[in-house]
């Protein structure tokens, strides 16, 4: 089991910057994949990030490559998403996942652990 508990989300204006962590606890931490995704309201969850046990790959979509970053800081059992220039179509609840077993990471069905999510609404 692993527990995930995002916190850093918030109020930002356009352009403005947000970094939130996901601590996680329980499996080993740093021999799982981690990844960001977001859901709007009315809206399936979107993949944002992904980094790998070792923090050697990452992958983003278009839609914020450039912008956002995946990092983690196994020691702490943390990773974080740093997202710079942020736009009001950034706004949405942000989870944190874990993936206990190798999959494609960039589909929630390869999550098995899932935080409670953290908002990030972006005005404009």
């Known amino acids: ?3 995930l508990v995002e916190s850093g989300g918030g109020l930002v204006q356009a352009g403005g910057s947000v970094r939130l962590s996901c601590a996680a606890s329980g ?3 740093s021999n799982t994949a981690m990844g960001w995704f977001r859901q709007a309201p009315g809206k399936e969850h979107e993949f944002v990030a992904a980094i790998s046990w070792s923090g050697g790959s990452t992958a983003y979509p278009d839609s914020v490559k450039g912008r956002f ?3 983690r800081d196994n020691a702490k059992n943390t990773v974080y998403l740093q997202m710079n220039s942020l736009k009001p179509e950034d706004t949405a609840i942000y989870y944190c996942a874990a993936a206990a077993r190798p999959g494609v990471l960039t589909i929630p069905s390869s999550y098995e652990y ?4 953290t908002q990030v ?4």
């Open 1 to 3: 089991q692993v527990q």
């Open 121 to 124: 609404t972006v005005s404009s």
């Open 69 to 71: 970053t995946i990092s």
């Open 27 to 29: 499996r080993t931490f």
């Open 114 to 117: 899932w935080g409670q999510g």
